[in-house]
């Protein structure tokens, strides 16, 4: 098999056009009469078996030196093995599956695996005589030639020809199933079953595959592309913000590196969106990843799109080496301050929330924070804020309960200081309201009887969850200054997620618990803070800062990465109500044209707008646009599994995956004479170049 | 008195240099006629036989004085132990002969146009000098004979016929050298003018053994074109052989040092075959004019 077959017809033809050119240019004889013929005869005689034993080695060094540089030139792939024959008196049915995702693209000894496959699954591909067979072409859906096995050799060989790397992530177990059936579908007497797959066996792809669904009969042969040592390899894993981005403030991103290798290698990384780029740097560690972390300059409320791309760096697989993101950035959020403390009264808890959240906006935008009495409850004005902060709302009647559900359903993430007795019943409402929409780890109740909190300390805190990573080395220091009083008690609830109580007073009680669900966040603070420190301190802003970015402004954020070739369902936002009016368009990475997408729809449902595409082409970016406003966007990445080039071994296959079956192993690429075996088209050129240097010396010895 | 007619190829002002010259043989003959030779015959007592007319450059010691006192003429005493020369000029027509030419219908160049040259010059200065001069067209076979004499009639036609020989596509000699020994009845001088590119050349060199058997003496011109020596320049060539041989296409290139040499061994093969046989042998360079080589071979001859 070669690499460049087409070199073969270009020095096919190469090689005659030398004798082709002689023909042409003979120069015509000029016609002289002689005496006699006799000593131009002699003397003829005497040099034609010399200058034919001349004539004939130059021609044949000639002509062999075109052929070996254009077999150079097409380099050839050696140790490309047959398929054990098939047994000459039995029908056999053959289905050939070649792995095409993302992984195949990578070039050892520069040549790509992919390659490499196609020349392996030709050699299965041959016509025999009572052979019948198929392809699969194998990556996130796998496809066959046909629905079954046939006879149409050259309809196969065709589509194994234009087989080519998709940007997905291999569904082994898909293929596995796919080549069952059409196995399982010959049912003819004596008939042989045989199942090849060409691959490079990545143990993200292979480690859980069952072969049980095939025939029991079924021979399968495995043949593998990968070199014994994984090729080293640096890709980019994900791209993102650390936390919600918010116009006129600057964004965390953090990009995730892949270090497929065996030693540290120091990475840049050039991130861009819309109009903006920065570099970050970091030491990515061996086999490990690494998240790397940066600013981006403050930008304006929207979707910005760009990519985040390795600087400097070449390996064998490049593919990994760029990743489309998008980021939306948000409005400043506004907050809704719900209370029955009037507001006069200073400092009640209320006004040192009120004034913690005006300092997490910016000084221009002061009329985000809305403080709303209880007693003078507004639907509307609840309606109004992004986040719900609760303080002293004493009891809240059923009304104000489905308000706050209802809008919680819808996003808005709340924020309960539960201070009093009375914030118990409120919570123990809201979360039966919410119809199990809200969880939390925790049943809270009043202090039993004669029981205050005073001056209580923290006990267990969860320091690598948000809010408490942002204070670092401090954070125990910081914690120990907090004198804290009021709150509930509170029970364990089992079977909930013990991890979302994030903090405890020393007596074991919550402090700060989180809900699980779907919809806006709902996280209780367990203090009375009018009563504690805790609002005099210096973390008490930046904790409710990290608390609300956490998890009442991005718990209803989506992903905005799809995996190439998966099903993509977005749901847009409920601003955005109507199809009409919407256009989706994509673009690939290495493009800067965007163009309507036929692949993508817009599906108006009960809830929103929902934007659907059976498989996310890529790797690119996706939006949606009303006019010039983009409403949202995606970006299609590939799966990160497949920058792990490590291959399963043989004995995996034959001891643990095969279960009953019959399994060969066979490595296609030797482990250190990986490289001689792909060297030949060096020895090749070599020899050309040696034929041409004896054209020359046979001329010098025949005295031309 | 001798009548001369215009022949295309006697150019009588250019021999006109040579008229001092005469033809001299080196070997003792046999004619019929008292001459200025020494006869072959051992005369005892020389008797007196004729008077001839005084020749410019013959021995002033056979001159009659008495006769010149008395009548103011020379004239030359003519003794019974003096004859004349028989000279036979033997012409090769074969096709290389008319290697050369300017084409197949024109001779101007060639080596048969510089034999009828050198030959009808030779028949002028031989009877000039009282000597017998006779013709043989040589091919295959004696293509024409006419034997020696010496009137101006007889001269004349020997020119005549020097003029209308035409080549044939021979490729032998020898047959017709045979039968021309068969016609000659007396000894005398043979001149071959030959390019000696018959095939049969050994055969040639035995028939010319019996010439010189029967005490003739022979002289062997061999006449050589120039472009014979040497092939010309060019990558691609057709040679077309004079002598039916067909054709080859060839690159003079290739094959010039082994022509060459071919060419001279044959030569030299000639020379040797021709100096074994008792020949005079003189190589004659068509390239040189005709008259500058008889001028310098009836030089040579005269010793």
Request: hydrophobic share 40%; net charge negative; charged share 20%.
């Amino acid at each position: 098999m070669f690499t460049n077959p087409w070199a073969i017809g270009i020095a096919v033809a190469a090689a005659g056009l030398p004798v082709i050119i002689h023909l042409l240019t003979r120069p015509k004889p000029v016609r002289m009469r002689l005496s006699t013929l006799r000593f131009v005869k002699e003397a003829v005689a005497q040099r034609r078996s010399r200058n034919r034993l001349r004539d004939f080695l130059i021609l044949l060094l000639r002509t062999l030196a075109v052929l070996l540089l254009g077999a150079a030139i097409a380099r050839p792939l050696w140790q490309q093995s047959q398929a054990q024959p098939a047994e000459q008196s039995a029908d056999v049915v053959r289905v050939v599956i070649l792995d095409t995702s993302q992984s195949m693209a990578a070039r050892v000894s520069g040549v790509e695996q992919l390659e490499r496959g196609r020349g392996i699954a030709a050699g299965h591909l041959q016509w025999k005589s009572g052979l019948k067979v198929n392809l699969i072409s194998a990556a996130a859906n796998p496809r066959g030639v046909f629905a079954s096995t046939a006879t149409n050799f050259s309809a196969v060989r065709e589509q194994l020809q234009s087989a080519e790397v998709r940007p997905e992530e291999l569904d082994a177990q898909s293929a596995i199933n796919m080549a069952a059936e059409m196995l399982a579908a010959e049912s003819a007497e004596g008939v042989v079953r045989e199942l090849v797959i060409v691959s490079d066996f990545q143990r993200s792809n292979w480690a859980t595959v069952d072969f049980s669904a095939l025939p029991a009969d079924t021979k399968i042969a495995l043949e593998s592309v990968a070199p014994e040592d994984p090729a080293p390899n640096l890709g980019i894993l994900h791209a993102g913000t650390t936390g919600r981005a918010e116009g006129g403030r600057e964004v965390g991103i953090e990009i995730v590196v892949g270090n497929y290798s065996a030693t540290p290698r120091e990475v840049i990384v050039s991130v861009s969106a819309g109009d903006a780029s920065i570099q970050v740097r970091g030491l990515a560690q061996p086999h490990a990843r690494t998240t790397l972390t940066g600013i981006m300059p403050e930008a304006a409320p929207g979707w910005q799109t760009g990519e985040a791309r390795l600087v400097g760096h070449e390996d064998s697989l490049s593919a990994d080496d760029v990743r489309p993101w998008v980021m939306s950035v948000e409005a400043s959020p506004t907050f809704v301050l719900l209370t029955r403390e009037p507001e006069e009264r200073k400092p009640s808890s209320s006004f040192l929330i009120q004034r913690a959240l005006e300092a997490l906006v910016a000084a221009t935008a002061r009329d985000s924070v809305r403080r709303i009495d209880v007693a003078k409850f507004d639907s509307e004005s609840l309606a109004t804020g992004d986040v719900m902060v609760i303080d002293h709302p004493g009891l809240l009647d059923e009304t104000i309960v489905s308000q706050l559900v209802a809008l919680s359903r819808r996003g808005r993430g709340i924020l309960y200081v539960a201070a009093e007795s009375v914030d118990a019943t409120n919570l123990v409402r809201l979360l039966q309201a919410s119809g199990g929409n809200l969880n939390l780890p925790v049943d809270f109740q009043p202090l039993s009887a004669g029981r205050f909190r005073r001056d209580a300390s923290l006990g267990e805190i969860r320091a690598q969850r948000a809010p408490f990573p942002l204070f670092g080395d401090e954070l125990p220091v910081l914690l120990s200054e907090l004198k804290l009083a009021g709150g509930l008690d509170s029970r364990e609830v089992p079977d909930q997620l013990q991890d979302d109580i994030l903090a405890r007073y020393a007596d074991r009680s919550a402090f700060l618990v989180t809900s699980a669900g779907s919809g806006g966040g709902l996280v209780v603070l367990n203090a009375d803070l009018g009563r504690s420190n805790l609002p005099a301190s210096p973390i008490f802003v930046p904790l409710l800062d990290e608390i609300i970015r956490n998890y009442l402004l991005s718990s209803s954020r989506q992903s905005l990465e799809q995996p190439c070739g998966r099903p993509f369902v977005r749901s847009l936002a409920t601003s955005v109500d109507a199809v009409a009016g919407l256009t989706v368009e994509r673009r690939d990475v290495t493009s800067t044209t965007w163009t309507v997408s036929e692949a993508d729809v817009l599906r108006q449902e009960s809830s929103g707008v929902s934007w659907l595409c059976d498989a996310a082409p890529g790797p690119g970016l996706g939006r949606v646009r009303r006019g010039e406003l983009v409403v949202a966007a995606s970006a299609s990445v590939i799966p990160d599994s497949e920058s792990d080039l490590r291959s399963l071994s043989g004995d995996v296959f034959e001891e643990r995956l095969a279960g009953q079956r019959k399994v060969t192993f066979r490595s296609t690429v030797t482990g250190g004479d990986s490289d001689s075996n792909d060297n030949a088209w060096s020895w090749l050129l070599v020899a050309g170049v040696l034929c041409l240097v004896g054209e020359v010396v046979v001329l010098k010895l025949f005295g031309t | 008195m001798s009548v001369v007619a215009s022949r295309k190829f006697l150019d009588l002002a250019a021999l006109s240099s040579l008229a001092h010259m005469r033809f001299a043989t080196k070997h003792r003959i046999e004619g019929s006629y008292s001459g200025r030779h020494r006869s072959r015959r051992q005369g005892g007592a020389a008797e007196f036989v004729d008077y001839r007319e005084y020749s410019a450059g013959e021995d002033l010691r056979r001159l009659d004085w008495k006769v010149l006192a008395r009548t103011g003429r020379a004239y030359v005493r003519l003794y019974q132990d003096e004859t004349n020369l028989l000279c036979t000029l033997a012409i090769d027509a074969s096709g290389s002969m008319q290697f050369g030419a300017a084409s197949n219908s024109d001779s101007t160049g060639s080596k048969l146009e510089y034999a009828q040259y050198l030959s009808t010059a030779l028949s002028h200065v031989i009877s000039r000098g009282q000597d017998q001069v006779g013709l043989a067209v040589l091919t295959d076979s004696l293509a024409d004979f006419f034997p020696p004499g010496s009137t101006p009639t007889h001269v004349a036609q020997v020119q005549e016929r020097i003029e209308g020989i035409q080549t044939t596509a021979a490729r032998t000699m020898s047959r017709s050298l045979q039968q021309l020994f068969e016609r000659q009845r007396a000894r005398g001088v043979l001149m071959l003018m030959s390019d000696f590119l018959a095939e049969d050349v050994e055969d040639v060199f035995a028939a010319l053994r019996l010439f010189r058997h029967g005490q003739s003496e022979v002289v062997v011109l061999h006449l050589i074109h120039p472009d014979e020596e040497r092939l010309p320049t060019g990558s691609a060539w057709r040679f077309d052989g004079l002598e039916g041989e067909g054709h080859i296409d060839c690159s003079p290139a290739e094959i010039r040092a082994a022509y060459e040499t071919g060419f001279r061994a044959h030569c030299e093969l000639v020379r040797a075959m021709a100096l074994a046989a008792g020949c005079d042998y003189r190589r004659v360079p068509v390239s040189v004019n005709y008259l500058e080589t008889l001028g310098g071979f009836l030089v040579e001859r005269a010793g």
